[in-house]
Structures are given as structure tokens and as C-alpha cells.
């Protein structure tokens, strides 16, 4: 039962991952760029489009009848590139598969090397909606759930995401939104501008969009933006025009690209507090302990010629208003 997937093509998309982000939602779709065909009943192969921001499919007549080696086949397919030239395959050349066992109540296991966890954020997640919805056609299938060198994949908090099935990623009017809720607390500037005060903010978002990203387009947007957070004792800390141009997390660290903006001072508040509210709101993520800065893809060494801004950052717990 043991097979490797080989590699044929690869690149990266990062331009495309950008502009994802910028638009605040990505959207996965069925049927080429189309809802699926009406009164089909056959199978679909679930692919990328060719910007990778959204899970399309195209008809597939397997030649299997036997349900083990229909998931095998089915896998095989989906690493070659698709007949529409338009589309892309959702499995990458660089990605391999190592083993898969079904079990006898339909939960498939697919336990892939190393090189899947080179995907994270929204290409991850594309990919992974393609793939549990091939399989979850299959009658066998009930349920699938991805282990990455022999340990489950997590999500970006470290939980591990468990079994998916194909209503994993709820399916609405041709569109796919694959939601989840999280609670994050945003550190704005108290009134004087010398400490900062956390304010929970509950929000119910698509997860293609790292949390992270989430809780610092928050923090960018003020106070004013949250309803029921008494604005008027809060100041918002981030310089006006402050883009995020790249944000990851490796090693509990975030590596944060701010643009130039950020190095703006507002007037009445604290650099300290500045940064902090950055690094606070960040380090209230399970995945990250630490931020390191960079301005437009280099580092700083001094933040407005006052603080060291080098090295990472951890938490200022005495930042916080008592």
C-alpha cells in the first residue's frame, strides 16, 4: 500500500497569497470557475485556479470500481495537472505522499512527508479543501485527516485539525467559506498614551487568513472599529498608512513586515507603546512567544533613534494598565 508521489513542476505564489490577504477573503468554487454542472453525478477532480485564490474541479470518469484503489487513482490524478490549462493541480510537485490507511468505519489517514508542511496559511488550505473533497466522493470515504512526518497537522494555534469531511468546508451558492471563531485581544493605548489596555474582540473569520494577520489588521484599524470597546478611553496606536507587507510564523517567532509608515511617530503616545501593541497583541497567539521587525524587507536597528528594534521582541507585561 505504500507509494511516493514525484515531482514534475514547482514555484511559489506569493504574489497571489498577497493579494488574497489585501481582498480580506478568499473564496473556494466549484466547476471550473463555475458552479458544477446540474444533474451530474459522476466524480470531480477539486483543483486551484490559476491565481491559487480559489478550489475549482473538473469532471473525471475513473477507471477503478474497487474503493481502496479508487483513492489511490484519484490521488495520482490530482498530481497531474489538470486538462483545463487554466487550472492547476492542488497536489505540488514538491509535495509527497508516503502511506494511507482507511479504516473500516471510512476515516482515511494520508500521511504525507515533510515537504507538505513547506505549505502553510491559504495555499495549505486550498490545497487540503481540494483533496477532502476528491476523496470524500468516494463511498468508502467518510472522513480524511492529514499527518505531516507522522504527527497530525495543526492549525496555527497548534491544535490539531483532526478529521475533515467534505462539509468541513461549507458549501454555499457555488462558493466554499471555510469558517472558523476565535476570541483575540487587541493592545490599544490607554488614554494618556503611556500603557496599553487589552480589549477581547470575538470574531468569526475565514480561515485562509492567518489568525495573526487578523488580530494586526485589527489593531491597525483603532479602536473605533470594534463595537462595545469604549473607544474613547483607548487611542489607536499604529501610524496612519501602516501596511502589512509579509507576516509569518516559524519557531514561535513572527516575522512581521511592516511598510515605512509604521516608523511614523503618533503624537502622544509612546514608542514603547507603539511596538508593545504589536508585540502584545501577537504574543497572545499560542503559536508565537516573539516578533521580529522589519520595514519594508530590511531591518531597522533603531526605532525613531530612541529603541533597539533588532532584535525580537517579547512581551511587555508591564506595558499593561493595572
Known sequence: MRYLFRKYYSGLYRCVFLVAIMA?????????????????????????????????????TPKEKNNKKLIREMLKRMQKEPEDISLKKAIPDNVELDDYTLSGQGDLCLY??????????????????????TLCQISDVKSVQFYVAGQPLTDSNLNPIGFMTADTFVDTTGDIAYQQKATLKIYFANRQGTALKGVPVEITYDATIPVEQLALEQLIKGPDSINGSQSEELLKTMPNGTKINTISVRNHTCYLDLSSEFLQKRENISDEVTIYSVVNTLAELSNINRVQFSIDGEKILLYNDSVDFCEPFEANLDMIER
Open 112 to 133: 504525507w512527508t515533510t515537504s507538505y508542511g513547506n505549505y502553510t496559511g491559504v495555499p495549505e488550505i486550498l490545497r487540503r479543501a481540494a483533496i477532502v473533497k
Open 24 to 60: 480580506g477573503m478568499v473564496c473556494f468554487s466549484s466547476g471550473c470557475g463555475k458552479t458544477k454542472e446540474e444533474g451530474y453525478t459522476g466524480y470531480y477532480i477539486y483543483c486551484l485556479d490559476t491565481n491559487e485564490t480559489k478550489v475549482t474541479a473538473e469532471k473525471y
